[in-house]
């Protein structure tokens, strides 16, 4: 019974997007009508959305990639825990922030 129910629901659906492509609804939609020239209307319209999901995956990425790497929290990361590999917020560094005048003897220190 339920496979019947899905054969039904697919054929309408088919049907459906082949009366769209076949008006030009959706064929207006997707740009393949051509109307200014080679895949204008395309990337005009809905392959837009392509550059835009790009642009908000890769600010997703980069969030993931140095944020804080305490299980759950969402602060970005700016220190390494000396003797591991990891990458952690302020919050959780197990040091205090160093002054200015250790980073000042630090920096000379590392000069000559």
């Given at each position: 019974m ?24 959706l ?29 908000i ?36 560094h ?16 590392a000069?000559g």
């Open positions: 339920r496979g019947a129910i899905w054969s039904l629901l697919a054929a309408v659906a088919a049907s459906l997007v082949g009366i769209g492509v076949a008006s030009g609804t064929g207006h939609f997707f740009g393949l009508d051509n109307l200014s020239g080679p895949n204008y209307g395309f990337w005009s319209g809905a392959g837009s959305d392509i550059g835009e999901i790009t642009i995956a890769g600010a997703i990425a980069i969030y993931r990639r140095h944020n804080c790497h305490v299980q759950g929290c969402w602060r970005l990361q700016w220190k390494r825990v000396p003797g591991t590999e990891h990458f952690v917020c302020r919050r959780h197990p040091m205090d922030a160093p002054t200015a005048q250790q980073v000042i003897d630090d920096h000379h220190a000069c």
